[in-house]
Protein backbone atom coordinates (compact mmCIF):
# COMPACT_ATOMS: atom_id res chain seq x y z
CA UNK A 1 0.00 0.00 0.00
CA UNK A 2 1.46 3.49 -0.96
CA UNK A 3 1.75 5.35 2.52
CA UNK A 4 0.03 8.63 0.76
CA UNK A 5 -3.14 7.01 0.19
CA UNK A 6 -2.79 5.18 3.95
CA UNK A 7 -2.92 8.90 5.60
CA UNK A 8 -5.14 10.39 2.93
CA UNK A 9 -7.39 7.08 4.59
CA UNK A 10 -6.62 7.88 8.24
CA UNK A 11 -6.82 11.37 7.90
CA UNK A 12 -10.42 11.25 6.41
CA UNK A 13 -11.59 8.68 8.70
CA UNK A 14 -10.16 10.98 11.77
CA UNK A 15 -12.01 13.42 10.72
CA UNK A 16 -15.23 12.16 10.08
CA UNK A 17 -14.51 10.12 13.60
CA UNK A 18 -14.03 13.85 15.57
CA UNK A 19 -17.13 15.44 12.91
CA UNK A 20 -19.57 12.90 14.72
CA UNK A 21 -18.01 13.06 18.34
CA UNK A 22 -18.60 16.47 18.44
CA UNK A 23 -22.10 16.14 17.12
CA UNK A 24 -21.79 17.70 13.77
CA UNK A 25 -22.57 14.74 11.77
CA UNK A 26 -25.56 12.69 12.54
CA UNK A 27 -26.45 9.66 11.69
CA UNK A 28 -29.84 11.38 10.28
CA UNK A 29 -27.56 13.83 8.07
CA UNK A 30 -25.55 10.68 5.85
CA UNK A 31 -28.65 8.17 5.72
CA UNK A 32 -31.48 7.57 4.08
CA UNK A 33 -34.76 9.19 5.53
CA UNK A 34 -37.51 6.40 6.92
CA UNK A 35 -40.75 6.38 6.88
CA UNK A 36 -42.93 7.57 4.06
CA UNK A 37 -43.53 5.06 0.92
CA UNK A 38 -40.56 2.66 2.03
CA UNK A 39 -42.07 1.73 4.97
CA UNK A 40 -45.77 1.37 3.17
CA UNK A 41 -46.71 -2.98 3.61
CA UNK A 42 -48.72 -3.10 0.51
CA UNK A 43 -48.52 -1.68 -3.10
CA UNK A 44 -51.83 0.34 -2.78
CA UNK A 45 -50.59 2.12 0.27
CA UNK A 46 -46.85 2.85 -1.23
CA UNK A 47 -48.88 4.45 -4.40
CA UNK A 48 -51.16 6.25 -1.61
CA UNK A 49 -48.04 7.70 0.23
CA UNK A 50 -46.54 8.85 -3.35
CA UNK A 51 -49.33 10.44 -4.50
CA UNK A 52 -49.74 8.51 -7.48
CA UNK A 53 -52.10 7.71 -9.77
CA UNK A 54 -50.16 6.43 -12.51
CA UNK A 55 -51.24 4.97 -16.17
CA UNK A 56 -50.23 2.39 -18.27
CA UNK A 57 -47.77 3.36 -20.84
CA UNK A 58 -45.83 1.06 -23.52
CA UNK A 59 -42.97 3.90 -23.30
CA UNK A 60 -41.67 2.59 -19.93
CA UNK A 61 -39.52 -0.50 -20.49
CA UNK A 62 -38.56 -2.99 -18.09
CA UNK A 63 -35.28 -5.41 -18.58
CA UNK A 64 -35.37 -8.40 -15.85
CA UNK A 65 -35.14 -11.73 -16.25
CA UNK A 66 -37.92 -14.15 -16.81
CA UNK A 67 -37.00 -16.39 -14.01
CA UNK A 68 -34.72 -15.32 -11.22
CA UNK A 69 -32.88 -18.05 -9.62
CA UNK A 70 -31.83 -16.04 -6.90
CA UNK A 71 -34.21 -13.72 -5.17
CA UNK A 72 -31.52 -11.92 -3.28
CA UNK A 73 -29.97 -10.55 -6.44
CA UNK A 74 -32.61 -9.38 -9.02
CA UNK A 75 -31.21 -7.21 -11.83
CA UNK A 76 -33.76 -4.95 -13.26
CA UNK A 77 -32.74 -1.78 -15.58
CA UNK A 78 -35.91 0.46 -15.89
CA UNK A 79 -35.75 2.86 -19.21
CA UNK A 80 -39.16 5.61 -19.81
CA UNK A 81 -39.30 7.09 -23.05
CA UNK A 82 -41.68 9.59 -21.93
CA UNK A 83 -40.42 13.30 -22.30
CA UNK A 84 -40.03 15.30 -18.83
CA UNK A 85 -39.16 11.65 -16.96
CA UNK A 86 -38.09 13.18 -13.51
CA UNK A 87 -38.37 10.40 -11.42
CA UNK A 88 -38.17 6.38 -11.82
CA UNK A 89 -39.22 4.06 -8.75
CA UNK A 90 -39.03 0.57 -8.57
CA UNK A 91 -41.70 -1.48 -6.65
CA UNK A 92 -42.51 -5.54 -6.26
CA UNK A 93 -46.08 -6.20 -5.72
CA UNK A 94 -45.09 -9.78 -3.54
CA UNK A 95 -42.36 -7.87 -1.14
CA UNK A 96 -43.15 -6.99 2.85
CA UNK A 97 -42.52 -3.63 1.54
CA UNK A 98 -42.83 -3.02 -2.12
CA UNK A 99 -41.26 -0.10 -2.90
CA UNK A 100 -37.57 -1.13 -4.13
CA UNK A 101 -36.39 2.01 -4.89
CA UNK A 102 -36.60 5.32 -6.07
CA UNK A 103 -34.35 7.51 -8.40
CA UNK A 104 -34.82 11.21 -9.03
CA UNK A 105 -33.24 12.25 -12.30
CA UNK A 106 -31.63 16.00 -12.77
CA UNK A 107 -32.83 17.81 -16.00
CA UNK A 108 -30.75 16.51 -19.00
CA UNK A 109 -30.09 13.00 -17.41
CA UNK A 110 -30.88 10.11 -19.59
CA UNK A 111 -33.68 8.24 -18.09
CA UNK A 112 -32.83 4.85 -17.71
CA UNK A 113 -32.01 3.22 -14.08
CA UNK A 114 -30.41 -0.19 -13.14
CA UNK A 115 -29.84 -1.97 -9.88
CA UNK A 116 -30.40 -5.15 -7.82
CA UNK A 117 -33.44 -5.87 -5.93
CA UNK A 118 -34.47 -8.70 -3.45
CA UNK A 119 -37.87 -10.15 -4.35
CA UNK A 120 -39.36 -12.72 -1.91
CA UNK A 121 -41.24 -14.87 -4.58
CA UNK A 122 -42.90 -14.71 -7.71
CA UNK A 123 -44.46 -11.27 -8.56
CA UNK A 124 -44.58 -8.65 -10.66
CA UNK A 125 -41.82 -5.82 -10.83
CA UNK A 126 -43.20 -2.35 -11.35
CA UNK A 127 -41.82 0.45 -12.61
CA UNK A 128 -43.60 4.06 -12.17
CA UNK A 129 -41.84 7.02 -14.53
CA UNK A 130 -43.10 10.82 -12.93
CA UNK A 131 -43.13 13.18 -15.71
CA UNK A 132 -44.21 16.51 -14.45
CA UNK A 133 -47.54 15.69 -12.29
CA UNK A 134 -48.61 12.80 -14.58
CA UNK A 135 -47.28 9.05 -13.55
CA UNK A 136 -47.05 6.26 -16.14
CA UNK A 137 -46.83 2.50 -14.90
CA UNK A 138 -44.87 -1.03 -16.61
CA UNK A 139 -44.84 -4.20 -15.12
CA UNK A 140 -43.54 -7.52 -15.76
CA UNK A 141 -43.58 -10.69 -14.36
CA UNK A 142 -40.72 -12.89 -12.68
CA UNK A 143 -40.41 -16.16 -11.60
CA UNK A 144 -38.43 -16.14 -8.36
CA UNK A 145 -36.96 -20.31 -7.23
CA UNK A 146 -35.51 -19.03 -4.41
CA UNK A 147 -36.88 -16.17 -2.22
CA UNK A 148 -34.47 -13.29 -1.25
CA UNK A 149 -36.53 -11.75 1.44
CA UNK A 150 -36.22 -14.67 4.30
CA UNK A 151 -37.91 -17.54 1.70
Known amino acids: MKRRTFLQGTLAASAAGLAVSAG ?13 AFDAKSMEEALKVMALT ?17 GAVVPVTVTSGVAGTTE ?19 EGTSP ?10 TANVVAIAKAGDKAYTAKQEVKVTIGGCGG
Do not use: H, Q, W, Y
Request: aromatic share 2%; no cysteine.
Open 24 to 36: LLTPGMVMAEGGG
Open 54 to 70: PEDSGDIKIKAPEIAEN
Open 88 to 106: ISILVDGNPTPLAATFILP
Open 112 to 121: EVSTRIKMGK
